[in-house]
């Protein structure tokens, strides 16, 4: 996925896999985010493209196994499941912030003092640039790459379409909910 970075630069990124980030991320003092997307859909993402009901989206479809079929693994696989180690993880922590190859070196994307200029640097180093309101629009990007009503497993019944629309207050609270996305930063 390119929302952010062109394909030349793209190439320079690879994707490490969400256990990389959550050698720091695990941590309570920082809001431990590697337990919050663990226990998100997102996580779930890929496993459930080899339940009952995939499967049956999948032959309405065409999609002979969908937890190899580009058309579903674009979504529900971190960097479209082109990393093929890295599908079971599902949409991990680099779906949504980028590979991390060279940004998740501590050296790139920790600064005690200035925390804006840690970001910066990681954004030059393969993060997507999705963090304040500034950056609302490319986050909506990011997540209607996917949350959008043209793939094929988009809901038909009306509750279940409801609990997908993600209109922009979600987007910028990242909750939905009693399902907090939220990343909790150590202030």
């Known amino acids: 996925m390119s929302v952010y970075i062109n394909s030349q630069t793209l190439?320079?990124?690879?994707?490490?896999?969400?256990?990389?980030?959550?050698?720091?991320?695990?941590?309570?003092?920082?809001?431990?985010?590697?337990?919050?997307?663990r226990s998100s859909p997102h996580a779930r993402a890929y496993r459930i493209l080899k339940d009952e009901k995939a499967l049956k989206i999948a032959a309405?479809?065409?999609?002979?196994?969908?937890?190899?079929?580009?058309?579903c693994l674009r979504c529900h696989a971190t960097g479209g499941g082109k990393t093929e180690e890295l599908r079971e993880e599902g949409v991990g922590c680099e779906g949504c912030h980028g590979p991390g190859s060279v940004y998740s070196q501590m050296s790139i994307h920790v600064n005690f003092?200035?925390?804006?200029?840690?970001?910066?640097?990681?954004?030059?180093?393969?993060?997507?640039?999705?963090?304040?309101?500034?950056?609302?629009?490319?986050?909506?990007?990011?997540?209607l790459h996917c949350h959008t009503s043209e793939r094929a497993c988009y809901p038909t019944e009306k509750n279940?379409?409801?609990?997908?629309?993600?209109?922009?207050?979600?987007?910028?609270?990242l909750k939905k909910g009693d399902i907090d996305f939220n990343h909790r930063l150590r202030r």
């Open 160 to 173: 279940e379409i409801q609990q997908q629309h993600l209109p922009i207050q979600v987007i910028d609270t």
């Open 11 to 37: 190439n320079k990124f690879t994707y490490t896999g969400s256990s990389a980030c959550g050698e720091c991320h695990s941590e309570e003092a920082i809001g431990n985010q590697f337990k919050i997307w």
């Open 113 to 143: 003092t200035n925390r804006e200029s840690a970001y910066t640097k990681a954004v030059k180093n393969g993060m997507y640039p999705i963090l304040g309101i500034k950056n609302l629009k490319k986050r909506e990007k990011l997540c």
């Open 60 to 71: 309405e479809n065409n999609i002979k196994d969908p937890s190899s079929d580009s058309k």
